[in-house]
């Protein structure tokens, strides 16, 4: 093989997961957003996204009645990884815990809770959604 054709093999080979990556960020914002369209039509006020602390983002931060809901978002095309769901890990937890509670204290919050919402579905058809509330 010519040095040529070796580099444009790892070029191709390098770039794929870029953008397998660039196709989970742009799966994860469609989520997010239907997420966010669930919570507004349930009556929630999404008061924030993608919302960065020291333990990590937070996907989605609304408010529904004296309540604050910090939502984790899971999104998934197909169900041959599982359920979205089903990748809420305890290593996942344990950030998502961290992070709702450094906001909740920066922000001198009292009443909070952590929700999961599992999308299913791809963009062009309508999501279906699974809300898991006070998961956390």
Do not use: C
């Not at 093989?1 to 191709?12: F, G, Q």
């Not at 390098?14 to 039509?41: C, F, V």
């Not at 333990?55 to 899971?74: C, H, M, P, Q, S």
């Not at 305890?90 to 450094?102: F, G």
């Amino acid at each position: 093989m010519r040095a040529s054709e070796e580099y444009w093999n790892d070029s191709l080979h390098n770039a794929q997961p870029r953008m397998k990556s660039s196709h989970n960020q742009q799966i994860g914002q469609w989520g997010e957003r239907a997420a966010a369209d669930y919570l507004t039509a349930q009556s929630y006020e999404v008061l924030a996204s993608n919302v960065r602390t020291p333990y990590g983002e937070i996907d989605l931060i609304a408010r529904r009645g004296e309540i604050t809901i910090f939502v984790e978002v899971k999104t998934r095309t197909s169900s041959k990884l599982g359920l979205p769901e089903e990748a809420v890990t305890p290593r996942k937890r344990e950030h998502m815990l961290a992070a709702a509670e450094h906001y909740a204290s920066e922000q001198e919050i009292d009443h909070w809770q952590i929700d999961v919402i599992a999308v299913e579905g791809s963009p062009g058809i309508k999501p279906i959604i699974t809300h898991f509330e006070n998961a956390i």
